[in-house]
């Protein structure tokens, strides 16, 4: 019965896409009338602009891909038109309907969605066949590490909230770590496509008693793992800060080696050295314990900086960092209730920075949990999508490539999503599509045409020869 | 703007909401189940039936077909059985191989045997003397059926129900 997925003929589903494009665009421009109406009392001013720039050019990456690509996934698209729209209408919401656009706008926002879907466009016009990127696995290692270590170079790097993630090209600065990722998962789909056996094969048996406990892999086949650890561990949170991107690159690594190997010693090892080194590392780098304190004990009034604290400057708060982001989002959430306030019917500008990691709790205030949970299920039908990608391939680079590129979309979720919820720490990372600014917008929407494309090739239905031999058989239905 | 109005408002856009959900529940329906949705409305009582009835030929086929274990039958270790289960058999002379086969011609991890959706491949894995699938010596994984016998060195091996 395992077969009856890939038994079943491929279906292009077109037509569907495109309608489900033009509903992700009717949300986001419904989301932005409400906000307007609620706000201001009136409609968007700017509405039109939006409606033809946002849609149109959805519309036109629909018509590319029913002409380009026509045996992609038809979900992708909708999915990432719904999710940027939604984040589109949200920061619109944010600054534009309030008339202070100090702190970002949708308009840059918009620019940068229509940069970037030119971008996708690019990508999936030239990248004919996703494979040939099998070829430069170690460029793509170097290229990563030279963008994960850009922000370290003086005059150039730039630090902000305290991560040194940030590079000042003059006219806009850029997070090169949001490229970097991508860079690194196609290093490691094509380093394991070529180590995979011995990563796999290679082990000696842990037995305590006659029950085998676990595989262990040969000392020399630790070494990749024994580098990506140090790298994530020396430079991103030592050196830089940047605790999110260093979590989201180790646990993509254990993700792809799991995939690659089936074994889930690798997986046990990895997590092992990783919170080993964080929990070595806790009293020397600073930053780490400000992160933990803030988590853990958020609502302590000394850690949250209510009044009486406020002018004492020996306090926690005072001297080391607050609460009052996680808290504040926290209550936004809680008041956003089942149904929300409505667009535009909250107070989301009680949350500091509220359009970066937590625009989050701002979708909860303002669509409660029944619009939440449609964000969230976009993003996870994203990652199934290509999980799904990944499972219809048949080379094992583009199963392990798209699998990774899943993962990433996956875990990026779960880190800014369980950050904001208070199940792990605050790490510093961004809503694949939603939140703002363009290095994110601009990778997630890279990434999207990789997946596009391997799906196209993935689903396309194979040519007639081989269906000559005898080896399918057609089942009347 | 009245209150009533804006939430109203507030629940249609809830409402349009999941409907997108709901159109994308309907896309992934038809990848599980097929576009043959159309001749369900007409006829819905008897497509249980008829998909049973699809199913039921092949069932039996694939159980047939089911390789239980992977014997010896040449070579030092002749007699040997294997129990099959869904994790890959290492063959070879090194210690940690599933199978370790004592034979000069065998390479330390010479051939991999998997299963990949019911179907059993087998795979060299880059060995010196190299496998064979009857007279032909492996380039690539390929599938193997009950009975046909995989040469390693001095040793056959073959799949058994």
């Given amino acids: 019965m395992s077969e009856a997925p890939t038994a079943l003929p491929p279906v292009k589903r077109r037509n569907a896409e495109l309608v489900m494009t033009l509903v992700a665009i009717g949300i986001t421009l419904f989301a932005m009338i409400e906000a307007g109406l609620t706000r201001n009392g009136e409609m968007p001013p700017s509405l039109f602009v939006y409606g033809i720039l946002f849609g149109g050019l959805s519309v036109l990456a629909h018509f590319f891909i029913r002409f380009f690509a026509p045996w992609s996934d038809p979900l992708l698209l909708p999915l990432a038109t719904l999710l940027n729209g939604l984040g589109l209408a949200m920061l619109w919401r944010l600054f534009e309907a309030t008339g202070d656009t100090s702190g970002g706008s949708a308009m840059t926002q918009l620019i940068l969605t229509a940069a970037s879907m030119v971008v996708f466009a690019v990508i999936v016009y030239f990248l004919k066949e996703p494979r040939t990127l099998q070829r430069y696995p170690y460029i793509m290692a170097i290229s990563a590490v030279l963008l994960l270590l850009l922000p370290l170079i003086p005059g150039l790097g730039m630090t902000i909230n305290g991560a040194r993630q940030w590079v000042n090209l003059g006219f806009t600065s850029l997070q090169p770590s949001e490229f970097a990722k991508i860079a690194l998962v196609i290093f490691l789909a094509g380093y394991m496509v070529t180590k995979r056996d011995v990563l796999s094969l290679a082990s000696k048996e842990v037995k305590i008693g006659p029950v085998k406990v676990l595989d262990l892999p040969r000392a020399r086949d630790m070494a990749p793992m024994a580098v990506m650890w140090g790298f994530c561990i020396i430079v991103l949170v030592i050196l830089m800060n940047d605790l999110g991107t260093s979590l989201l690159l180790f646990s993509t690594f254990l993700a792809m080696i799991y995939v690659a190997t089936q074994r889930s010693s690798w997986i046990i090892i990895g997590l092992t050295a990783f919170f080993g080194a964080c929990t070595a590392l806790y009293p020397f780098v600073p930053h780490f314990r400000v992160r933990m304190i803030t988590w853990l004990d958020a609502f302590r009034p000394d850690v949250y900086c209510t009044d009486e604290f406020l002018n004492d400057p020996e306090s926690f708060c005072q001297t080391l960092g607050n609460s009052q982001q996680l808290v504040q989002g926290l209550f936004a959430l809680a008041q956003g209730g089942l149904t929300g306030a409505g667009m535009g019917g909250g107070k989301p500008g009680n949350v500091p920075e509220v359009q970066n990691d937590f625009i989050f709790s701002a979708f909860g205030e303002e669509l409660g949990l029944a619009g939440v949970m449609v964000m969230l299920m976009a993003l996870a039908l994203l990652a199934e999508r290509g999980m799904r990608i990944a499972l219809a391939s048949k080379e094992l680079f583009i199963k392990m490539f798209a699998s990774g590129i899943s993962f990433l979309l996956a875990f990026q979720t779960f880190v800014v999503i369980g950050g904001v919820t208070r199940v792990i720490p605050m790490t510093g990372a961004t809503i694949p599509f939603v939140a703002k600014g363009g290095s994110a917008l601009l990778s997630s929407w890279i990434m999207l045409a990789l997946l596009m494309r391997m799906s196209n090739n993935a689903r396309k239905p194979a040519p007639q020869a081989i269906q000559d031999e005898g080896a399918t058989q057609v089942i009347q239905r | ?161």
């Avoid at chain 2, 001749?39 to 039996?60: D, F, H, L, Q, V």
């Avoid at chain 2, 294997?82 to 058999?89: D, G, V």
């Avoid at chain 2, 010479?110 to 003397?129: C, Q, Y």
């Fill in chain 2, 1 to 161: 703007m009245s209150d009533l109005t804006l939430m109203l408002i507030k629940i249609t856009f809830l409402g349009v909401l999941w409907l997108f959900v709901i159109m994308a529940v309907g896309v992934i329906r038809t990848d599980l189940l097929g576009p043959a949705k159309k001749k369900t409305k007409r006829s819905s009582r008897s497509e249980p039936r008829r998909s049973a009835a699809s199913r039921a030929p092949r069932t039996p086929r694939g159980k047939r077909n089911e390789p239980r274990s992977l014997v010896v039958t040449k070579g030092p270790l002749t007699g040997t059985t294997l129990n099959l289960s869904s994790h890959p058999i290492v063959v070879g002379r090194a210690k940690d191989a599933t199978l370790v086969i004592n034979d000069d011609y065998a390479s330390g991890r010479h051939a991999r045997i998997f299963s990949d959706n019911g179907r059993w491949i087998v795979e060299d894995l880059g060995s010196t003397n190299g496998t064979y699938l009857g007279q032909q010596r492996l380039t690539r994984p390929q599938p193997i059926t009950v009975g046909q016998p995989i040469r390693i060195g001095k040793t056959v091996l073959e799949l058994r129900k």
